[in-house]
């Protein structure tokens, strides 16, 4: 199964998100594109203007590449549950290219799946249950679950728009969460890139970003991700996002998300914050 996880493009190709609290994460990308179940609670995704929700039940596509606003709402006292897979860009466009789909808009944003029916639901399963090893089969057969799978969101009007051009920030992010525990230096991320340190920090100005802003982000948005998705302890997530210090991650996630990390795990009131212009002025999604 391992080559028929190549058509995934995260570590952790297939998970589980599991959330207490009520809160408004701000400019959560993600470096590929996701499918997201959503089973408890609703899901809010915006981007800019544009605004979808989900309630249990719905199905989510959310693109690679874009800053979002996510509010995970758990329900009347209890939580919010949702399955997600994360599929690399080939996947989609192979099933659009056989299914003739030649328009898809210019806009690439989030989109929702106008119902549910029991072919895509169990579809879904279907992938889910190869991903996570319950079902031996064949890798074409895999893949030909993974087009079956984006086809089913397709018929329910879920269709992902056109991919945008990749920024040098976007290249830079992709580098970072190759391996992001790494201690990253500017100088490094250069040399991936085959330009000087000074280039890179210049082109990088010109689209209102910088390595260290890029590097600490992509760590808080791993970081938020293994908080929803596992039992890790906070020193845990903090040693494999690249920090030795359990208390200086703490304090880099509360400026970024707007509370420690521990209470993302613990029921309590609404959150929001917009960490990530706070740390301008001063991972994961």
């Known amino acids: ?5 190549s058509a995934f493009s995260a570590d952790v190709p297939g998970f589980d998100i599991r959330q207490s609290r009520r809160v408004r994460f701000h400019q959560l990308v993600g470096q590929s594109p996701a ?10 995704v915006e981007v800019g203007d544009f605004a979808i929700e989900a309630i249990a039940g719905s199905f989510v596509i959310l693109p690679e590449n874009l800053p979002m606003t996510i509010e995970n709402r758990p329900e009347e006292g209890g939580l919010y549950e949702a399955s997600a897979l994360t599929f690399d860009r080939a996947i989609f466009e192979q099933s659009y290219q056989a299914l003739n789909l030649a328009d898809r808009g210019t806009q690439l944003r989030p989109v929702k799946a106008t119902g549910a029916s ?11 249950s190869a991903i996570a090893g319950q079902a031996e089969i064949p890798v074409r057969i895999f893949e030909l679950r993974c087009q079956e799978l984006v086809t089913w969101l397709a018929e329910s009007g879920a269709v992902l728009g056109p991919a945008r051009p990749a920024t040098l920030s976007d290249r830079v992010r992709s580098i970072i969460t190759s391996n992001i525990a790494r201690p990253w230096t500017a100088g490094d991320i250069a040399a991936c890139l085959s330009m000087s340190e000074p280039t890179l920090r210049r082109k990088l100005a010109g689209e209102k970003a910088s390595f260290l802003t890029l590097l ?3 760590r808080m948005i791993r970081g938020l991700g293994l908080l929803q998705t596992t039992n890790w302890t906070i020193a845990a997530i903090a040693l494999e996002v690249g920090y030795e210090s359990p208390s200086r991650f703490a304090v880099r996630f509360r400026d970024r998300f707007g509370l420690p990390p521990g ?3 613990l029921p309590d009131v609404i959150v929001d914050r917009n960490g990530t212009d ?4 001063r991972r994961a999604s």
């Open 118 to 128: 029991r072919g895509l639901e169990e579809s879904f399963d279907q992938v889910r």
């Open 263 to 265: 209470k993302l795990r």
């Open 216 to 218: 600490a982000d992509a």
């Open 278 to 281: 706070n740390d301008r002025k």
């Open 1 to 5: 199964m391992n080559r028929a996880l």
């Open 35 to 44: 499918i997201v179940r959503v089973t408890r609670g609703t899901k809010r």
